[in-house]
């Protein structure tokens, strides 16, 4: 009789979303995972009672309080290592890649198949969500209903990503008043972006993608505000770039740059030198584009020797 066993899992965040709007009044949102992730270990215990994880992680245990309920196993328990970690509040889906590792990682524990489609439930019933679950760029009615369409493979992409500080709570910016009528007012031009992305994603042209997700920032701008946007576009545009990437429902905002142009690391550096001078963010970094989805990183089993 196994006593514990562990899940090591790893699912990335995103650099906010390509286009994020409404069709026929219901929000969706189409994800752009990048290479910074959350790295959840969790080590099952037979013979203990109750979970060891960080007070904080509230929608972690939320998630592990599902699977328990779903798999009819009220004396699940153990403890949840958060092995690396998001920043919080700025939209790069760390509530989403949180839940997703920990039910994973969970799952794998248990013999479980973590597929996507289950991830993705468990993590909409908690709250309006990312779908860094799925492999590749994914679309996914994030509030109602919770259809998913995969696009396809993520197109390579540098982001020099930055924002001005503060944090939106994804379940607060889903509920607010006008959500919905900033929505319908937008539809038209979030059907551009939409089209535009899925030509970009299709032929690969990066450029197209920047463009959609240049158009459906601007439009969030409407209820969502970002320091110094048209100029940050002009300055990114200026030094190569092809548009723009927001988190919608965050503080993040990111120049889009083909991965060609800064290949050397003295480039990088100095474009990311130049943008603190310039903007003066409370955060800035430089992430690639991601291929999406979870990745087990390590199981293992250890047995009863009692």
Known sequence: MMDRTIGLVRCPGTCGEWVQGARNGIPFLVDCPIDRFSEVRVS???NATGWDLPLHKTKALQVLELL????????????????????????????????????????????????????????LRIEPSDSVMFPGITEIE?????????????????FLALDWGGAIDTRIFNARP????????????????????????????????AVAGTISARCN??????????????????????????????????????????????????????????????YLDLFHSHSGGIMITKTAVTENTG
């Open 44 to 46: 099952l215990n037979m």
């Open 68 to 123: 328990q309920e779903d798999l009819g196993l009220p004396d699940l328990s153990g403890k949840v290592e958060f092995l690396e970690q998001l920043p919080e509040g700025k939209g790069m889906a760390s509530s989403t890649a949180d839940i997703t590792a920990v039910a994973a990682a969970a799952l794998i524990a248990l013999g479980e198949d973590p597929v996507p489609e289950r991830l993705a439930d468990l993590a």
């Open 142 to 158: 994030h509030v109602v209903r919770h259809k998913h369409r995969m696009l396809g493979p993520s197109v390579p992409a540098l």
């Open 178 to 209: 006008g959500l919905t009528e900033h929505y319908r007012r937008y539809e038209g031009e979030i059907a551009r972006a939409y089209l535009l992305a899925l030509e970009g994603i299709a032929q690969i042209d990066l450029e197209k993608l």
């Open 221 to 282: 701008l409407e209820i969502n505000r970002k320091m110094q946007f048209e100029s940050f576009v002009t300055w990114v545009l200026k030094k190569g770039g092809l548009g723009v990437v927001s988190a919608h429902s965050g503080t993040l905002l990111a120049g889009v740059f083909p991965l060609d142009s800064f290949s050397r690391q003295e480039a990088c550096k100095n474009l990311r030198h130049e943008a603190r001078q310039r903007f003066i963010p409370a």
